[in-house]
């Protein structure tokens, strides 16, 4: 497994060496990062546990070595982890099944084209 608290430290290196090179690009990064916490409407535990399901289903390990730390200082328990998580696969789920659909009607067009 991934030495997840070593992978996050090797990443804010990687990240700070490309503020250096393009700050403009991180600092957009962040305004759009932090846009939740000026209005506050949802907590901050539940934007981590937001943030961590979005996290798994872009397949980001920098998103999900962040997210799942800050959830935890959030207060987050595994039990939440794990359900925030459900929704996640139910969701990739459902992506797979609407894109299936989607395949099987290029297949039938691509038959009808004949």
Same mark, same amino acid.
Request: aromatic share 4%; proline share 1%; glycine share 6%.
């Given at each position: 497994?991934?030495?997840?608290?070593?992978?996050?430290?090797?990443?804010?290196?990687?990240?700070?060496?490309?503020? *250096?090179a393009?700050?403009?690009?991180?600092?957009?990064?962040?305004?759009?990062?932090?846009?939740?916490?000026?209005?506050?409407?949802?907590? *901050?535990?539940?934007?981590?546990?937001?943030?961590?399901?979005?996290?798994?289903?872009?397949? %980001?390990?920098? %998103?999900?070595?962040?997210?799942?730390?800050?959830?935890?200082?959030? !207060?987050?328990t595994?039990?939440?982890? *794990?359900?925030?998580?459900?929704?996640?696969?139910?969701?990739?789920? !459902?992506? *797979?099944?609407?894109?299936?659909?989607?395949?099987?009607?290029?297949?039938?067009?691509?038959?009808?084209?004949?």
């Amino acid at each position: 497994m991934l030495d997840w608290n070593e992978y996050r430290t090797q990443l804010m290196d990687s990240i700070g060496n490309l503020a *250096a090179a393009s700050p403009d690009t991180v600092k957009g990064y962040q305004v759009l990062s932090s846009a939740g916490q000026k209005t506050n409407v949802l907590d *901050a535990k539940t934007r981590e546990l937001i943030a961590l399901a979005v996290a798994v289903t872009t397949r %980001c390990d920098g %998103c999900i070595s962040v997210h799942s730390k800050r959830a935890r200082e959030e !207060g987050a328990t595994t039990e939440e982890i *794990a359900e925030a998580l459900g929704v996640a696969v139910a969701l990739n789920a !459902g992506a *797979a099944l609407v894109y299936s659909s989607r395949a099987l009607d290029a297949a039938s067009a691509a038959n009808a084209a004949k």
